[in-house]
């Protein structure tokens, strides 16, 4: 490991190295067809993992200005979020009987997916959301927002108006440089007995699975229970239950309260899966590089049997995973005709690197490669509903994690 390691969590600086994915681009930069010849920065993307608290987490850091101030994921286009969304709030309003007297935030609360919920059942309510063209939906659509990145600072002017009975926090965590500081926010903002839930990819099912396009610049840690124990506790705080969710490919959600709580049962089972994984040894993490290595050749040699065969290849789903594994792979425009995707914030645009254009999702059936890569395979179950016309006529989808495989 360098010499410069540190981990964000304990400040140990005893470190391995995990996987070294290259030099990336930002995988949310989409570039303009007019930006085509211009400098494109780059940023080396390794994931190495403390041999002290067990903390994955990548070596080099970009600004989360440049990551979040502008940005171009919004969650309404995933059908399947909105739902799983709508279902959390409908369960948190009757497991933690929310209502007028209530306060719920929603730090990285993005369009409004989720707290558009509890304002439509009259629950105060605030989204905390760093991306101004982001935020200014949301508030156009009746979602209290707040422009800014969510911190102890933050915390502390917000505790006065809005102690918060319910913080909900989904696939952010992952990304704050300064976890000690977002954790020790929620210990300021969070009422006596209240409950902070949040989700995030499970890192022991993205080392099991190969899932190597999870790891971006945006996402500073990959989390573990074993990991977070002892970063909640170092704040006072504790984790009170957890459960396994199938979002992103395999998540975790865990539910945060006040030490002055106790856990339940399931906190024990996982600290038990984990210890039997062996979670909390280098060994554990030691194949996941040759894993990747595996994929990234096994797409190759699957490309190169199509255009053997005079077939032609395209890609579906412009997501941030999609740019780490297409450059990984080292896949251009030259290897995929173009990229469908569902937002029209990303259509007309380039992939980062790849420079592949990305065009609507409709459009897939209309031009019918033999085979579309399916970048976003994490929703492989909802876009092969969506692209059921395409399928008919003859269309395959190459998922490509965890096992490269055409369906």
């Not at 199938?246 to 006040?258: C, D, T």
């Not at 976003?376 to 490269?404: C, H, K, M, T």
Request: hydrophobic share 40%; charged share 20%.
């Amino acid at each position: 490991m360098q010499d410069d390691f540190q981990c964000r969590s304990c400040g140990s600086r005893q470190g391995e190295l995990v996987l070294d994915l290259g030099d990336q681009p930002l995988a949310n930069n989409l570039l303009g067809p007019g930006d085509i010849d211009k400098p494109e920065p780059r940023f080396p993307l390794r994931l190495a993992v403390c041999t002290e608290c067990w903390l994955l987490q990548i070596t080099d850091l970009v600004p989360p200005v440049e990551l979040f101030s502008d940005y171009v994921y919004f969650s309404s286009y995933s059908d399947s979020w909105v739902q799983h969304a709508a279902e959390c709030s409908a369960r948190y309003c009757n497991e933690f009987n929310l209502g007028s007297n209530s306060c719920v935030v929603e730090i990285a609360s993005n369009d409004g997916y989720l707290l558009r919920n509890f304002a439509e059942a009259g629950i105060p309510h605030l989204g905390i959301e760093p991306a101004a063209n982001i935020a200014e939906v949301a508030q156009a659509n009746g979602v209290e927002t707040r422009i800014d990145f969510f911190s102890e600072k933050l915390a502390r002017d917000l505790v006065s108006e809005c102690p918060a009975d319910l913080i909900l926090a989904n696939n952010v965590f992952a990304h704050v440089p300064d976890t000690n500081d977002f954790v020790a926010g929620l210990k300021v903002l969070l009422v006596a007995d209240g409950y902070a839930v949040m989700e995030f990819p499970y890192a022991v099912e993205m080392i099991e699975q190969g899932e190597f396009d999870t790891i971006y610049h945006e996402h500073v840690f990959y989390f573990t229970l074993t990991s977070l124990d002892p970063l909640v506790a170092r704040h006072g705080m504790r984790i009170t239950r957890v459960e396994r969710t199938p979002m992103h490919g395999g998540s975790l959600r865990i539910f945060v309260r006040h030490d002055s709580h106790t856990a339940d049962e399931t906190v024990a089972v996982f600290r038990e899966e984990e210890a039997q994984l062996g979670v909390g040894s280098p060994i554990f993490y030691g194949n996941f590089a040759s894993r990747a290595e595996v994929i990234r050749d096994q797409i190759h040699a699957q490309l190169g049997d199509l255009k053997v065969k005079g077939q032609r290849v395209a890609a579906y789903g412009a997501a941030a995973k999609g740019s780490t594994l297409l450059n990984f792979c080292g896949l251009t425009a030259a290897d995929l005709e173009f990229v469908a995707e569902r937002s029209q914030h990303k259509q007309g645009k380039l992939m980062p690197g790849a420079h592949i254009p990305i065009i609507p999702n409709e459009e897939l059936a209309n031009r019918a490669p033999e085979v579309t890569l399916l970048l976003a395979w994490n929703f492989a179950d909802e876009i092969l509903v969506q692209q059921s016309a395409y399928r008919e006529a003859g269309g395959q989808f190459l998922i490509p994690i965890p096992e490269v495989r055409l369906v």
